[in-house]
């Protein structure tokens, strides 16, 4: 059971939560309905990204054998066969579907795009430089907007704006982090990848450009009037561009160092520093709800 559980990638469901913002966004974390739909588009996508987590281990098995990791991950070390996985896929493809058609049609919309592109990636896309960062990051906003689908909130053009260059900088420190690593192997890049380790470089560059122009979007919201609506006073949610600020550069540090060796959402539920983080900004929003 625990290989299984490292095989549909139980850990990666971390990043569903996503489809959570909207409702946190729009102020409905009260209404037991829209929680309810919410929880139904996780579940769905859950068992959707385990689906293609597993198609993605059974295309990539030649480049993750020679991955000094992923040659560990159960197909690519033999501790599941391929024929298993190739028949549990389907299985859980099927069952989101049907949750997702039940909960709604947009909702199916989304799933089903997400899906393709994710198809599109593992296939194609992942070996075409900047084009698979880019589309690392449409997923990551995918997730939001599946959330919104599901919870028929409609998102706002600050939340889409931050999610991308937010996720544009996280796919781009995850691909630098894996270069820092093919580099302390003294590699000239990562198998099946398209980068080499002199890219590292732009890579950075565009990180921290991506990352930076979030805190700027961030920031702009706060000044905006959109924002009198859903918040009493607007004076605490400037602090929450600090703390954001700090772990965005510190998270690019630590890649730099090489010592960032997960997802950088998966890194961030195991990290105290991001945990003290998301509770300095939790108590900021609280702040500006209430005052």
């Given at each position: 059971?625990?290989?299984?559980?490292?095989?549909?990638?139980?850990?990666?469901?971390?990043?569903?939560?996503?489809?959570?913002?909207?409702?946190?966004?729009?102020?409905?974390?009260?209404?037991?309905?829209?929680?309810?739909?919410?929880?139904?588009?996780?579940?769905?996508?859950?068992?959707?990204?385990?689906?293609?987590?597993?198609?993605?281990?059974?295309?990539?098995?030649?480049?993750?054998?020679?991955?000094?990791?992923?040659?560990?991950?159960?197909?690519?070390?033999?501790?599941?066969?391929?024929?298993?996985?190739?028949?549990?896929?389907?299985?859980?493809?099927?069952?989101?579907?049907?949750?997702?058609?039940?909960?709604?049609?947009?909702?199916?919309?989304?799933?089903?795009?997400?899906?393709?592109?994710?198809?599109?990636?593992?296939?194609?896309?992942?070996?075409?430089?900047?084009?698979?960062?880019?589309?690392?990051?449409?997923?990551?906003?995918?997730?939001?907007?599946?959330?919104?689908?599901?919870?028929?909130?409609?998102?706002?053009?600050?939340?889409?704006?931050?999610?991308?260059?937010?996720?544009?900088?996280?796919?781009?420190v995850k691909r630098y982090s894996e270069l820092m690593l093919m580099r302390d192997l003294q590699k000239e890049g990562a198998a099946?990848?398209?980068?080499?380790?002199?890219?590292?470089?732009?890579?950075?560059?565009?990180?921290?450009?991506?990352?930076?122009?979030?805190?700027?979007?961030?920031?702009?919201?706060?000044?905006?009037?959109?924002?009198?609506?859903?918040?009493?006073?607007?004076?605490?949610?400037?602090?929450?561009?600090?703390?954001?600020?700090?772990?965005?550069?510190?998270?690019?540090?630590?890649?730099?160092?090489?010592?960032?060796?997960?997802?950088?959402?998966?890194?961030?539920?195991?990290d105290k520093q991001s945990w003290g983080v998301a509770m300095t900004s939790g108590i900021a929003l609280i702040a500006a709800t209430?005052?």
């Amino acid at each position: 059971m625990s290989i299984w559980l490292r095989a549909i990638r139980v850990h990666q469901w971390l990043k569903n939560l996503l489809l959570f913002l909207p409702v946190l966004a729009g102020h409905k974390f009260t209404d037991l309905y829209t929680i309810r739909c919410a929880l139904l588009g996780f579940a769905s996508f859950c068992l959707c990204a385990s689906a293609v987590y597993l198609i993605n281990d059974i295309v990539d098995l030649k480049s993750d054998r020679a991955h000094p990791r992923k040659c560990k991950r159960p197909f690519a070390s033999g501790a599941i066969p391929v024929k298993q996985g190739v028949i549990v896929a389907p299985i859980f493809l099927v069952i989101s579907i049907l949750m997702a058609a039940y909960l709604s049609w947009p909702f199916l919309g989304v799933l089903m795009l997400y899906f393709l592109l994710t198809c599109s990636y593992s296939f194609w896309l992942k070996n075409q430089v900047i084009v698979d960062v880019m589309l690392l990051a449409g997923l990551y906003t995918m997730r939001v907007l599946a959330g919104s689908a599901a919870t028929a909130i409609l998102p706002s053009f600050w939340l889409l704006a931050f999610s991308v260059f937010v996720f544009l900088s996280l796919a781009l420190v995850k691909r630098y982090s894996e270069l820092m690593l093919m580099r302390d192997l003294q590699k000239e890049g990562a198998a099946g990848r398209g980068y080499f380790v002199q890219d590292s470089v732009v890579l950075l560059s565009l990180g921290s450009a991506a990352a930076y122009s979030a805190v700027l979007v961030l920031a702009l919201y706060i000044n905006s009037p959109d924002m009198v609506d859903l918040y009493s006073s607007r004076w605490p949610l400037w602090l929450l561009l600090p703390p954001f600020l700090y772990w965005m550069t510190r998270i690019w540090l630590k890649a730099h160092r090489g010592e960032l060796h997960e997802d950088p959402l998966v890194f961030a539920v195991t990290d105290k520093q991001s945990w003290g983080v998301a509770m300095t900004s939790g108590i900021a929003l609280i702040a500006a709800t209430v005052m």
